[in-house]
Each structure stands twice: as structure tokens, then as C-alpha cells.
């Protein structure tokens, strides 16, 4: 796994979508992809070239996440970054692992890291029923496991914010692909496992997580995020956008992450060919946060 990390991470270059076409860059820029959402309140939404008249548009008033947020594997590499991130941030972190020794020597690396933050380390099973947010942050070939040892902890009105990318170097396959999921996404296997009432949204995917743990980096660029509901997307957007230098970016409903996560192969196949650290930029977003107003034109299916 420490192999794959590097993959994951070699700069700090990111990816922009300019149209059809990707192209690396560092900086952002005003064009490209048609996705322009207007910045505040409930308005007209500007002009869609070739795509019918504009929408109306509403703001999101995303609540504050109530703390603390729990990460199920929060000893690893990613889960790790989150934490500390989160933690420099001011927003209380509860590390869970496997093994509650594991998660108490991961706090306390993170107190030592970040000593205004608030760590705590706990066994998964105890650190995830006091969290609103559960992120889950545990490799492919674990993530069922882990969510059905975890079925007695996870309770109605979570949300599970799921990480996993099912790369294929979770059966000894290459970091530069990825396995078929049946349910056509690793978020959409976790939505089927969680119990009722546990809502999954899916974001953090392009996040190289030695950027997140180089506290010293100043972090820019884009967080993609799927999720059916737009209150749970909003709570996610909030909690992610404590860390600054991300920006979220509502992406759709949840079966959109069957593409984003397709988007990690492709940053450590540009990682590996740049040395570089990519990470995403999605242009032409007239809002300051990305996430700032959604289409209201199709109701979400579980209101
Ligand atoms: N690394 C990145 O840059 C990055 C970026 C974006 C997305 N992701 C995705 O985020 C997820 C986590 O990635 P990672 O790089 O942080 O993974 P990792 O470091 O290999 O593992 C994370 C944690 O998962 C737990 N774990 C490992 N094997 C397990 C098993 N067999 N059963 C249950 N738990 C197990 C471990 O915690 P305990 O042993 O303490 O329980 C481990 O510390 C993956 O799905 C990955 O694709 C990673």
C-alpha cells in the first residue's frame, strides 16, 4: 500500500477540464466546461449556450456539521490527512481503526502534528455512533468487510462521506485501473450495505493524501462530490470546505461517482508520467465555493 501511496502522490500540479479535453496545469482558469452556476441567492441562472433557456437556481444553506467527524481508518494514509487537516482547522476528530491502540497512537501523532487539535482515537466501532459525518477511508477490498462489522454502529441520520476508489490494485492489479463494481460505483456498493436511514455521499477521491498531511502545502483545488440528496452534499461541502484551499463541486447524485472515481487511475497514471501530485480544477464555476446554489429543476428522489 505504501507504493500505491506514492503513486497517488508524486506534485502539485492539477487537472483542469477544458471542454472535452484534460490538459495538467497549476493555475485556473475563467473558461472551459460549460457548468456555470450563478454565485448567490435564488435567481436566474446566466445564459447556457445551445442548452435552453437559464434555470432558476436556489442557494444551499448548509447547516454547520456538528463535531466531532469520525474517520473509519483514519490510521491510514488518506484518513490520516483528513484528520489532520480537519484538526488544524478547528473541527474535532475522532480517528478510528481496526485496533483502538492503533487509532490512539494515530491522535496522538496527530497531537503532536497539530496541538491545538482535538484528536481522539477509538476502536471503528465506537468512534463511528457519535459522529453526524462517518467518513469512510479504508481500501477497496475492506470497504464491504468493514461496513458490515460496523452494520451495529452506523445509525439513521449518519452520513457515511466514502472515500474508496475500487482500484485495481486491491487484488494485486495495476493503480492504473480499476475493478467493475457491480453496483456501478464503490459509493453506490456502500449506499446498498449501510443500514437504513444511512445516507452515502461520495467526494475526496482526487485528494492526493501526502498533500493533505504536508501541513506546509497550501492546498487548491477542487473536491468533486455525488450524493442524492442536496442537505447531505451541502453538510459534506461544508465540512470539506473547513480545509482551506478546497473547493466542492456538487457533481450530481451518487451514480455520478461511477465516473469520478474512475478519475483517480487517471491522476496516478499522470502522477507517474509527471511526478507531480495532480489534483482536479473543474473551470467556468462562477461561484466563489462551487457549491454555493444547485439546480432546482429535478427534485431528489428521497426528499
Ligand atoms: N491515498 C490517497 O492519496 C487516496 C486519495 C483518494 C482516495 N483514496 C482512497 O481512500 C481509501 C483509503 O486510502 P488509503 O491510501 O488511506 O488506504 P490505506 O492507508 O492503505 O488504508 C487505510 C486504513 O484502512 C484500514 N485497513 C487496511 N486494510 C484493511 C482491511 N483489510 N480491513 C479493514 N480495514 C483495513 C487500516 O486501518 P486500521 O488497520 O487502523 O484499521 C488503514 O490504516 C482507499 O479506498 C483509496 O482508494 C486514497
Redesign the pocket.
Known amino acids: 500500500?505504501k507504493a500505491?501511496?506514492r503513486l497517488?502522490?508524486l506534485s502539485a500540479s492539477s487537472l483542469r477540464f477544458h471542454g472535452k479535453f484534460f490538459t495538467a496545469s497549476p493555475a485556473r482558469d475563467a473558461s472551459g466546461m460549460s457548468l456555470a452556476l450563478p454565485s448567490c441567492g435564488t435567481g436566474t441562472s446566466t445564459a447556457r449556450p445551445g442548452r435552453g433557456p437559464p434555470r432558476p437556481w436556489v442557494r444551499i444553506h448548509s447547516p454547520a456539521v456538528p463535531t466531532p467527524v469520525c474517520i473509519i481508518?483514519?490510521?491510514?494514509?488518506?484518513?490520516?490527512?483528513l484528520a489532520l487537516r480537519l484538526g488544524q482547522a478547528g473541527t474535532e476528530v475522532v480517528i478510528?481503526?481496526?485496533?483502538a491502540g492503533?487509532?490512539q497512537e494515530?491522535a496522538k501523532r496527530a497531537r503532536d502534528l497539530v496541538p491545538d487539535g482535538s484528536f481522539t482515537g477509538l476502536h471503528?466501532s465506537e468512534a463511528t455512533p457519535g459522529a453526524e459525518i462517518a467518513i469512510l477511508?479504508?481500501?477497496?477490498?475492506?470497504?464491504s468487510?468493514?461496513l458490515t462489522n460496523l452494520k451495529g454502529a452506523l445509525r439513521e441520520g449518519q452520513l457515511l462521506l466514502d472515500?474508496?476508489?475500487p482500484?485495481a490494485a486491491a487484488v494485486g492489479g495495476k493503480a492504473t485501473r480499476t475493478l467493475g463494481v457491480w453496483q456501478g460505483s464503490?459509493a453506490q456498493q456502500a449506499q446498498e450495505m449501510v443500514p437504513d436511514g444511512v445516507r452515502v455521499v461520495s467526494a475526496?477521491?482526487?485528494?492526493?493524501?501526502?498533500l493533505l498531511t504536508e501541513l506546509g502545502h497550501q492546498l487548491d483545488e477542487d473536491v468533486l462530490v455525488c450524493g442524492d440528496r442536496r442537505e447531505d452534499k451541502a453538510r459534506v461541502a461544508e465540512l470539506v470546505q473547513r480545509i482551506p484551499g478546497l473547493r466542492t463541486v456538487d457533481c450530481g447524485r451518487l451514480e455520478m461517482a461511477r465516473i469520478v472515481e474512475q478519475l483517480?487511475p487517471l491522476l496516478i497514471s499522470i502522477n507517474i508520467r509527471h511526478k507531480t501530485r495532480a489534483g482536479i480544477k473543474v473551470t467556468g464555476l462562477s461561484g466563489e465555493t462551487g457549491f454555493g446554489t444547485v439546480d432546482r429543476e429535478r427534485p431528489p428522489a428521497h426528499p
Not at 96 to 99: K, L, V
Open positions: 500500500m500505491l501511496n497517488y502522490s481508518g483514519g490510521t491510514g494514509a488518506l484518513g490520516f490527512g478510528g481503526s481496526r485496533d492503533r487509532a494515530a471503528n477511508s479504508v481500501p477497496f477490498r475492506s470497504q468487510e468493514t472515500t474508496t476508489v482500484l464503490a475526496l477521491h482526487t485528494v492526493s493524501a501526502s483517480t
